[in-house]
């Protein structure tokens, strides 16, 4: 069969169900494929925001490790080594220093509830001293010292009466020591109530301080001014 133009062949007729190949332009495409890719259906397993969130997280530590491997002496293990030494030294400041403490110590009454006596506070506080439990010996002498100060009617009895409280009352009418005293209170605070550990100088300090007290003389408040009339 003759076709126009002088070319021979044969036509086949194009059905329905046959592939017709499609010349589409790269443009088109990459849009027609993110059109269909962000059909809901595609993304039913996806992590949410927090999950894809950890993962970024965990992607950037790792690459900072990875970058701290290589910078490091050594590599890997030279890391390695460092983290202990320093995971070492952080073990041996918080063994050194406690545990950090913010508490603000109100309201707790340095004698508690007890009616020993001073000297029965001094001897307490010598027992403990004689057997190295410095924590204990420092807070007996401090009751011993209030004690006392209360007996020589240098400070009124009063039921409550903190460390601090009494360190600020005495010093009042003892201001050669009222140093020494906010001193003994702050030691008996951060040992009573801040989990700190007493040693044996502090110890020493307030029982040199407690056998000072015994013989100073508080100052008399002054009474008022009198004046002779002519």
Known sequence: MTGAGGATGTTRPIRAGDDIPVDVSRV??????QHELS???YHEHDPNLLQRGIDRFWEWVGDLLDGAAGSAPGGPLGLVVIALCLTGLGAALWWRLGTPRRTVFQGRSVLGDGTRSAEEHRAAAEEHAAAHRWSQAVQERMRALVRSLEDRTVLDPRPGRTADEAATDAGRLLPGHAGPLRAAARVFDDVTYGG?????????????LDQDLVEAAPLLSPGPARGTAR
């Open 28 to 33: 088109p495409a990459r849009e027609a494929a």
């Open 39 to 41: 059909d809901p259906k």
């Open 196 to 208: 700190r550990t007493a040693d044996e100088a502090a110890y020493a300090r307030l029982r040199a």
